[in-house]
């Protein structure tokens, strides 16, 4: 039982992380539109949008490798630190050579408004290549951080990182003005440099938070050497190649929909819907923190005990735990949406909350397929996961293409369920056949459509009513707790 108290009291750590810099990134959206108009306010999100495609190509899926081979080559974990580490500097190195020559002609390929001169961008391009850069060094000291059991380093560094991007997010943006318009001190050697409206002190303060992070990590970059086991690398790489391929997909499946959204839709509507759409998505956050939490602490662990006699059995019943804490904050979300919708503080947005339930069943779906796929990790069949992902990039895309320019983005919220569950699906029957786990199939889906039940009447049958729906919620989360006592007893007694 201290194996599932260390990986739950890991995972409580890695989540609360992350909860904090989720809550702290919800504090700058607001910063960010009343500072800056929407049409510059568009390069910000525009150019993190490339960078989220970009950080999956340079990490190169070596995080996932490093786990993998940790397990597979115990006596030589310093040379699968190396090989993992050294690949991703590789990458990276490369990427340096085709980008910083030419910003010029990437900014001129890019650039988008009018408002913005092409040599800002130029500058703009410069932060984001330092970004995705120091990022991608820091990826695999992260992971080993994770690997060695070290979850309160790695949350230090974290939420320093976080610390200071929304420090000097404040000072550029609303103490500098604020010394300025008042001419306190200091105001006549801000006025020398300081331009007001600029989004580029937003990129800037994004660069010098991961240059800090590249500092505190420097205790584990020391450790590294300059030593290279040829024919592990090249066994890594066949390895990760898949895993960075399926990472490019699920970024399709997370973000293609709002592209084609403004693609799709009439020129007079799009904006507005797109706008709806993300709006009202940013409330199935709940979830999807949750999810982000559990990955963080389960990939290492379940790496690091894949050769116990019991792994299946214990990787089965965390899969019954985590199902169980999935749909009770679903239940819980929508029995409470009518509260939680003032999360998107603004009432032109509430008239999209029909894609709430589609959104957050979605994530049930997505966090069971992040259980399953442990399997082609741990028998090293990682092409697997390059199919499932690219399968459920090719349904989101096709389907939103049909079905958006009549159902708009509707269309998009049930799409995205029907993309993780049909992963998820393709991932338990490829993964039984190669990998057998002895999951408890029966009991999981009967929690997952009782809760799918409930939502449906909780939203749509008693119209969102907070009484009624928390009713619901007490009668679900009551009788999953008589129905797991004698488990949860078990484990609380030790």
Known sequence: MSTAKKFAGQTAIYGLTTIVQRLLSSILTP?????????VYSIFSYMFSYAAVLQAL???????????????????????YNNSFWAVFTVTICFLLLTLPFTHTIASLIKIGKQTSLREFEVYIRYFI?????????????????????????????????????????????????????NLWSAAWFKQWYTAGWIGYVFLSNLVASLITLLMLLPQLLKLQLRFDKVMFQNMLKYSWPVMVAGLSY?????????????????????????????????SIFLSLFNQAFRMGAEPFFFSHAKNKNAGYTYARIMDYFIIAMCVMLVAVIANIEILKYYVNNKAYWVGLGVVPPLLIGYIGLGVYTNLS?????????????????????????????????????????????????????????GQKNYPIPYNVKKNLTY??????????????FHRNIIIGNLLLVLFAGAAFLAERKQIMAILRK
Not at 31 to 39: D, M, R, S
Not at 64 to 80: A, C, I, S
Not at 274 to 282: K, L
Request: net charge positive; with cysteine; hydrophobic share 50%.
């Open 448 to 461: 997952i459509i009782s809760a799918v039940i409930i939502v449906f009447l909780s939203f749509s049958v």
């Open 251 to 283: 970024i399709i499946n997370e973000n293609f929909d709002r592209i084609l959204l403004a693609k799709l839709l009439p020129a007079n509507i799009s904006e507005q819907e797109v706008g709806i759409y993300s709006g009202c998505a940013r409330l």
């Open 31 to 39: 910063l960010y539109t009343g500072a800056y108009l929407p049409k």
């Open 130 to 182: 330092g970004i995705l850069v120091i990022d991608a060094w820091c990826a695999i000291p992260f992971a080993k951080l994770r690997a060695d059991g070290r979850p309160v380093v790695y949350s230090v560094v974290k939420l320093t990182n976080i610390i200071v991007t929304v420090s000097l997010n404040l000072l550029f943006i609303l103490v500098i003005p604020y010394i300025i318009q008042h």
């Open 374 to 430: 442990i399997w082609y990790k741990l028998s090293d069949q990682t092409r697997y996961g390059l199919y499932i992902s690219g399968i459920g990039a090719i349904v989101t895309i096709v389907l939103n293409v049909i079905f958006i320019p009549q159902y708009s983005y509707m269309a998009s919220a049930w799409i995205s369920l029907i993309a993780y569950v049909t992963m998820m699906v393709l991932s338990y029957f490829w």
């Open 58 to 80: 340079l990490s190169f899926g070596m995080e996932t490798t490093f786990f993998r081979y940790l397990n597979k080559h115990q006596d030589e974990k310093r040379q699968v």
